[in-house]
């Protein structure tokens, strides 16, 4: 199960990496700068703002100026975004039950909340 199969699952034109965009938001909580996301997701400024014009032409995203600094905009996720990540969430599960049997999916359930530990820890330290 890899990102060719997860991008089968997404709407035409997004991949991903988009979703990854959104669910970061979801998880760590929008009001970030382009630059913040781009540090982020480890690529350019120039490869973010792509990312963020698509995902808010399609609504999922909306961009607002920052008063702390008026040379940077903030990023806040819309409901449409939260309601196209949930259902991406719900199809990534889908795409996990068909793969994994009921004794894989209890090993990753136990794992679950080592990775997560490691994952805070991750962003704690970027």
């Given at each position: 199960m890899g990102t060719a199969r997860f991008q089968k699952v997404l709407p035409d034109g997004m991949h991903p990496s988009h979703f990854g965009v959104l669910n970061h938001m979801v998880r760590?909580?929008?009001?970030?700068?382009?630059?913040?996301?781009?540090?982020?997701?480890?690529?350019?400024?120039?490869?973010?703002?792509?990312?963020?014009?698509?995902?808010?032409?399609?609504?999922l995203i909306r961009l607002a100026a920052n008063e702390r600094d008026a040379r940077s905009k903030l990023v806040y996720l819309t409901d449409e975004g939260r309601a196209f990540r949930n259902a991406a969430i719900g199809a990534v599960e889908a795409m996990v039950g068909d793969v994994f049997d009921d004794a894989m999916l209890d090993h990753l359930a136990k794992a679950l909340p080592h990775l997560r530990a490691i994952r805070k820890r991750l962003d704690e330290n970027r």
């Amino acid at each position: 199960m890899g990102t060719a199969r997860f991008q089968k699952v997404l709407p035409d034109g997004m991949h991903p990496s988009h979703f990854g965009v959104l669910n970061h938001m979801v998880r760590l909580g929008d009001a970030k700068t382009p630059a913040q996301l781009a540090s982020a997701f480890q690529v350019t400024r120039a490869t973010m703002s792509h990312t963020l014009a698509l995902l808010e032409k399609r609504g999922l995203i909306r961009l607002a100026a920052n008063e702390r600094d008026a040379r940077s905009k903030l990023v806040y996720l819309t409901d449409e975004g939260r309601a196209f990540r949930n259902a991406a969430i719900g199809a990534v599960e889908a795409m996990v039950g068909d793969v994994f049997d009921d004794a894989m999916l209890d090993h990753l359930a136990k794992a679950l909340p080592h990775l997560r530990a490691i994952r805070k820890r991750l962003d704690e330290n970027r």
